[in-house]
């Protein structure tokens, strides 16, 4: 995922370099959400049974397509960098825009909390020394990615698209070694999937397990943020933005029925390595370590884009003033955002130490759903403020409103499921947002400089 | 309209906003995790029989769970450990309330200041 910087220096704009293709876009997504597959998807299984993680697969696939689609028309008409955020600048106004970034910026740093949990776990379950912690592992990721993202990550991100291809191989060699089209040699779903066990707790647990069906897909929209460095976003995003989603699909459904087929949904829904450990169910030592090494490339590749997002999501507040400008420094050799890499550094550290990996894990969806949510609004708004025909989109979803409806409504419903067992996090989370807004809304917005604020050539919005 | 021109803040009232925004991440996301409120809302239902039987797990199912080096007893807590899908309704009525104030608030608020940002930048035009 980039969200390339627009460094002032000694007064010259430098402007972004539209070298980006679909495949890049598809790149980029894939990227940062595939490590859902490696760990986080399946305690939606603990959630609501193996079945239930299955329908929540396919469901939480239409939301995702509504976001993409939905996305996919506002980002190729508010064709700047900063993706949802600058979007909600030039839509809502000032406070929405402000609360997205920090949706992005949380979502993007748990995410990479997990990311770290992940792989410090990972390492060592395979190393089964006796009195080994995570804590060294979990430090080592997080800081030395930090420290090649202050550096510049140019490099690190063309690396991260070859990573994520290997890890997203890994995926469909298991699936081929387990002969998928025989069922009771290697995978065995009826006997682990039975009309007693497959809704353990009905339809309740359905519902329930769609706060962890928002990990098969979650950061899919981040697409967005390179709108201003793709050749033509008008169809280099929606390609590259769907091509991702149908991708993602097959992943997830190729995952979901080889773990289901070859675990008890119990162990399936606790475990933090899915598919490394039926690459170890296999018997095969070469699928095993395969599928390893792709859960560390997977969350390696996850991490560094998440470090990357959200510390340029927390540099456009600096920027735009609405957080104090001290963020907003590039720097002067690197080109990058060191302030708010620095800033956002302990922050993952500490959470990383405190949190478990589902907590994290809730704390990142949460944000997101945040976030979708006001997706929904926002292209209805867009739509009101300025319909077809007066200014020029570069693609133009079908079938609004219907999108927006669905993803609202399946937004309701994540919710719904993150109170079913998460509700404490979900009002604590919640509650900080709203004081923020207070705090944003009654004092810092005093320092925001109102014009600015809108850069498109657009007319004036209807009803303004 | 007249441009608005905001004020520079210095660097203590710069440092201090970074204090409040910190805090605050930490109070409202830290908290919960160090006074145990967030995470999943599970227990464990005991049983007093530890077979492969007793906890519903067929011979393919133990199979595996042998396998993967459990034994009934050390898999017990696993599987024994459940959610209790009861609905709170006090807690969910507040989670709702919490939910539609805050974008209530949120889209209420942003009109207002989006109204000053069209006004400044067409007016000028």
Redesign the interface.
Same mark, same amino acid.
């Given at each position: 995922m980039t969200i390339t910087l627009e460094p002032t220096v000694h007064g010259d704009r430098v402007s972004l370099l539209r070298v980006l293709g679909p495949a890049h876009v598809w790149a980029l997504g894939v990227g940062i959400v595939l490590v859902g597959e490696f760990t986080g998807w399946n305690f939606a299984a603990d959630k609501g049974g193996a079945l239930a993680a299955l329908i929540v697969c396919w469901v939480v696939g239409l939301l995702y397509t509504s976001v993409a689609m939905i996305d996919s028309e506002v980002t190729s008409t508010v064709a700047a960098a900063g993706g949802q955020y600058a979007q909600a600048k030039h839509i809502v106004g000032p406070l929405m825009a402000f609360n997205v970034a920090l949706f992005l910026v949380f979502a993007y740093t748990m995410l990479e909390v997990s990311d770290a949990i992940l792989l410090g776990d990972t390492i060592v379950a395979k190393a089964g020394v006796e009195g080994l912690t995570h804590n060294s592992f979990i430090a080592a990721t997080i800081v030395v990615l930090a420290w090649l993202n202050y550096r510049g990550v140019l490099m690190t991100l063309n690396v991260n698209f070859v990573i994520t291809a290997i890890a997203y191989i890994s995926i469909v060699v298991l699936f081929f070694s387990v002969s998928p089209w025989t069922q009771g040699a290697v995978l065995k779903l009826n006997e682990l999937v039975t009309p007693d066990n497959a809704l353990p707790y009905g339809w309740i647990g359905v519902i329930a397990a769609f706060q962890f069906g928002i990990w098969y897909y979650l950061g899919i929209e981040g697409t967005t943020q390179a709108a201003e460095e793709v050749r033509s976003p008008a169809r280099s995003l929606p390609y590259g933005t769907m091509a991702g989603m149908i991708t993602l699909l097959i992943a997830a459904a190729m995952t979901w029925y080889v773990c289901a087929s070859m675990m008890p949904w119990e162990y399936l829904g606790i475990t933090y390595y899915p598919l490394w450990d039926a690459g170890k169910l296999t018997g095969s030592p070469l699928l095993e370590n395969l599928l390893f090494i792709a859960t560390l490339l997977a969350a390696l590749a996850s991490a560094n884009g998440c470090i990357n997002d959200a510390a340029r999501a927390w540099f456009s507040l600096g920027r735009d003033r609405y957080l104090p400008t001290w963020f907003s420094a590039v720097h002067p050799k690197y080109r990058t955002p060191y302030r708010s890499i620095l800033f956002l550094l302990p922050i993952a550290l500490a959470f990383a130490f405190i949190a478990d990996l589902n907590q994290a894990i809730t704390f990142s969806i949460l944000s997101g759903v945040l976030q979708y949510t006001f997706m929904s609004i926002n292209i209805v708004m867009f739509r009101k403020k300025w319909p077809l025909g007066s200014i020029r989109r570069g693609y133009t979803h079908p079938f609004h409103p219907l999108p927006a409806i669905v993803l609202f409504c399946l937004c309701v419903v994540t919710f719904f499921a993150i109170f079913l067992g998460f509700g404490s996090q979900l009002i604590a989370m919640v509650a900080f947002y709203f004081l923020i807004s207070l705090w944003f809304h009654f004092y810092r917005y005093k320092f925001v400089r109102r014009g600015d604020q809108f850069t498109m050539p657009w007319p004036k919005p209807q009803g303004y | 309209m007249s441009?608005?021109t905001?004020?520079e803040?210095n660097k203590a009232?710069?440092?201090f906003?970074?204090v409040?925004?910190?805090v605050?991440?930490?109070?409202?996301?830290?908290?919960?995790?160090?006074m145990g409120?967030?995470?999943?809302?599970?227990s464990i239902d005991a049983l007093d029989a530890k077979t492969w039987e007793a906890l519903?797990?067929?011979p393919?199912?133990a199979s595996?769970?042998e396998?993967?080096g459990?034994t009934p007893e050390t898999?017990h807590d696993?599987?024994q450990?459940? /959610?209790h899908?009861v609905?709170?309704w006090p807690?969910?009525i507040?989670?709702a309330a919490?939910?539609i104030?805050? /974008?209530v608030?949120? /889209?209420r608020?942003?009109?207002?200041?989006?109204?000053?940002?069209?006004?400044?930048?067409?007016d000028?035009k």
């Amino acid at each position: 995922m980039t969200i390339t910087l627009e460094p002032t220096v000694h007064g010259d704009r430098v402007s972004l370099l539209r070298v980006l293709g679909p495949a890049h876009v598809w790149a980029l997504g894939v990227g940062i959400v595939l490590v859902g597959e490696f760990t986080g998807w399946n305690f939606a299984a603990d959630k609501g049974g193996a079945l239930a993680a299955l329908i929540v697969c396919w469901v939480v696939g239409l939301l995702y397509t509504s976001v993409a689609m939905i996305d996919s028309e506002v980002t190729s008409t508010v064709a700047a960098a900063g993706g949802q955020y600058a979007q909600a600048k030039h839509i809502v106004g000032p406070l929405m825009a402000f609360n997205v970034a920090l949706f992005l910026v949380f979502a993007y740093t748990m995410l990479e909390v997990s990311d770290a949990i992940l792989l410090g776990d990972t390492i060592v379950a395979k190393a089964g020394v006796e009195g080994l912690t995570h804590n060294s592992f979990i430090a080592a990721t997080i800081v030395v990615l930090a420290w090649l993202n202050y550096r510049g990550v140019l490099m690190t991100l063309n690396v991260n698209f070859v990573i994520t291809a290997i890890a997203y191989i890994s995926i469909v060699v298991l699936f081929f070694s387990v002969s998928p089209w025989t069922q009771g040699a290697v995978l065995k779903l009826n006997e682990l999937v039975t009309p007693d066990n497959a809704l353990p707790y009905g339809w309740i647990g359905v519902i329930a397990a769609f706060q962890f069906g928002i990990w098969y897909y979650l950061g899919i929209e981040g697409t967005t943020q390179a709108a201003e460095e793709v050749r033509s976003p008008a169809r280099s995003l929606p390609y590259g933005t769907m091509a991702g989603m149908i991708t993602l699909l097959i992943a997830a459904a190729m995952t979901w029925y080889v773990c289901a087929s070859m675990m008890p949904w119990e162990y399936l829904g606790i475990t933090y390595y899915p598919l490394w450990d039926a690459g170890k169910l296999t018997g095969s030592p070469l699928l095993e370590n395969l599928l390893f090494i792709a859960t560390l490339l997977a969350a390696l590749a996850s991490a560094n884009g998440c470090i990357n997002d959200a510390a340029r999501a927390w540099f456009s507040l600096g920027r735009d003033r609405y957080l104090p400008t001290w963020f907003s420094a590039v720097h002067p050799k690197y080109r990058t955002p060191y302030r708010s890499i620095l800033f956002l550094l302990p922050i993952a550290l500490a959470f990383a130490f405190i949190a478990d990996l589902n907590q994290a894990i809730t704390f990142s969806i949460l944000s997101g759903v945040l976030q979708y949510t006001f997706m929904s609004i926002n292209i209805v708004m867009f739509r009101k403020k300025w319909p077809l025909g007066s200014i020029r989109r570069g693609y133009t979803h079908p079938f609004h409103p219907l999108p927006a409806i669905v993803l609202f409504c399946l937004c309701v419903v994540t919710f719904f499921a993150i109170f079913l067992g998460f509700g404490s996090q979900l009002i604590a989370m919640v509650a900080f947002y709203f004081l923020i807004s207070l705090w944003f809304h009654f004092y810092r917005y005093k320092f925001v400089r109102r014009g600015d604020q809108f850069t498109m050539p657009w007319p004036k919005p209807q009803g303004y | 309209m007249s441009r608005y021109t905001p004020p520079e803040q210095n660097k203590a009232g710069q440092i201090f906003d970074i204090v409040v925004v910190v805090v605050a991440i930490f109070v409202a996301l830290w908290l919960p995790l160090k006074m145990g409120l967030a995470g999943a809302a599970k227990s464990i239902d005991a049983l007093d029989a530890k077979t492969w039987e007793a906890l519903g797990q067929n011979p393919t199912m133990a199979s595996i769970w042998e396998k993967l080096g459990y034994t009934p007893e050390t898999a017990h807590d696993i599987i024994q450990n459940r /959610f209790h899908y009861v609905i709170d309704w006090p807690t969910l009525i507040i989670m709702a309330a919490v939910l539609i104030g805050y /974008f209530v608030f949120l /889209f209420r608020a942003s009109d207002r200041e989006y109204r000053d940002v069209i006004n400044e930048k067409f007016d000028d035009k």
